[in-house]
Nanobody, 125 residues
Framework: QVHLVDSGGGSVQAGGSLRLSCAVT????????MAWFRQAPGKEREGVAT????????YYADSVKGRFTISQDTAKNTVYLHMNSLKPEDTAVYYC??????????????????WGQGTQVTVSS
């Protein structure tokens, strides 16, 4: 059973940076896609960034392109989300997700099998 633990959230001012981490344990070998999603109060869940663990191809939502970077450290079985130039509209609970295969749409949460518990990111103006 794959287990995800995400961490690294916090409170920062606009323009600041944070790095989120997602540690993967148990059955890492069956995971082919990792992603970060976020959900702000009153809003739908949004796919933020995706990485295909084999070829390391990445996908980003338009709202974060050029500011966020998803990366992986295979030795540590950890996926990161580096967030720069943060804006108040980035405030949300961020969730790590993993898929056994390749979701039809990288930003569609229904294609993912495992989820972290979430970590809060708050950006003040």
């Amino acid at each position: 059973q794959v287990h995800l633990v995400d961490s690294g959230g916090g409170s920062v001012q606009a323009g600041g940076s944070l790095r989120l981490s997602c540690a993967v344990t148990g059955g890492v070998y069956i995971v082919n896609t990792m992603a970060w999603f976020r959900q702000a109060p009153g809003k739908e869940r949004e796919g933020v960034a995706t990485i295909y663990t084999g070829g390391r191809k990445t996908y980003y939502a338009d709202s974060v392109k050029g500011r966020f970077t998803i990366s992986q450290d295979t030795a540590k079985n950890t996926v990161y989300l580096h967030m720069n130039s943060l804006k108040p509209e980035d405030t949300a609970v961020y969730y790590c997700a993993a898929a056994r295969w390749y979701p039809n749409s990288p930003s569609d949460g229904s294609g993912y099998n495992y989820w972290g518990q979430g970590t809060q990111v708050t950006v003040s103006s």
